[in-house]
């Protein structure tokens, strides 16, 4: 199944603890969610959940970094 990489924008303090729960093997939910979200907006059917992969390095805007797998649109 094909990846979706989703950007979200984040504030610093939030990309931090998104990173560190990560680390920790532990979810930051609501990132998780609003990923899970974006991929409905772009008009594709999420196929499983989304994983973090990290953050940007933007000195102003910071962005969350997801990958979700999503359904094909090919119908068979």
């Known amino acids: 199944?094909?990846?979706l990489r989703v950007h979200l924008d984040s504030d610093r303090i939030t990309?931090?603890?998104v990173l560190q729960l990560h680390q920790e093997g532990?979810?930051?939910?609501e990132s998780r969610e609003a990923a899970?979200?974006?991929v409905?907006?772009?008009g594709r059917t999420?196929?499983?959940e989304p994983v973090f992969v990290g953050?940007?390095?933007?000195?102003?805007n910071?962005?969350?970094l997801y990958d979700v797998e999503v359904y094909s649109d090919t119908v068979g």
């Open 40 to 42: 409905w907006r772009q």
């Open 26 to 29: 532990r979810t930051h939910h």
């Open 36 to 38: 899970r979200d974006e």
């Open 62 to 64: 910071v962005q969350l």
């Open 15 to 17: 990309a931090r603890l």
């Open 55 to 60: 953050i940007t390095n933007g000195r102003r």
């Open 46 to 48: 999420p196929a499983g």
């Open 1 to 3: 199944m094909p990846l």
